[in-house]
């Protein structure tokens, strides 16, 4: 079983930054299909960024390319998602997810999540 524990969510202001953290524990390291979602109440569930650890290939949705990044700390257990210049319209509950291969990318299909960070931006 593997557990996902996110962190760094917060409030800022459009133009700002934040770094979520996405700790993981139990089998984790066997989950090397990772990924970041976001959800706004009363719409879809949104894949935002993903990670295949084995290749270090990752995927970003359209509207964050170019402004957030994901990364892993192999040594900490730990994925991140950089935002920068963020945007109200990036407010919602961001959750990272995982799952082991094959790798769905932004797509829905993650074996487990997190219970997710808050993220609001004025």
């Known amino acids: 079983h593997v557990q996902l524990v996110e962190s760094g969510g917060g409030s800022v202001q459009a133009g700002g930054s934040l770094t979520l953290s996405c700790e993981g524990s139990?089998?984790?390291?066997?989950?090397?299909?990772l990924g970041w979602f976001r959800q706004v109440p009363g719409k879809k569930r949104e894949g935002v960024a993903a990670?295949?650890?084995?290749?270090?290939?990752?995927y970003y949705a359209a509207s964050v390319n170019g402004r957030f990044t994901i990364s892993k700390d192999n040594a900490k257990n730990t994925l991140y998602l950089q935002m920068n210049s963020l945007k109200p319209e990036d407010t919602a509950m961001y959750y990272c997810?995982?799952?082991?291969?094959?790798?769905?990318?932004?797509?829905?299909?993650?074996?487990?999540w997190g219970q997710g960070t808050q993220v609001t931006v004025s």
């Open positions: 997810a995982a799952r082991p291969p094959p790798c769905p990318g932004l797509r829905s299909g993650y074996n487990y």
């Open positions: 990670l295949y650890t084995a290749t270090d290939r990752t």
């Open positions: 139990g089998h984790a390291n066997r989950a090397n299909c």
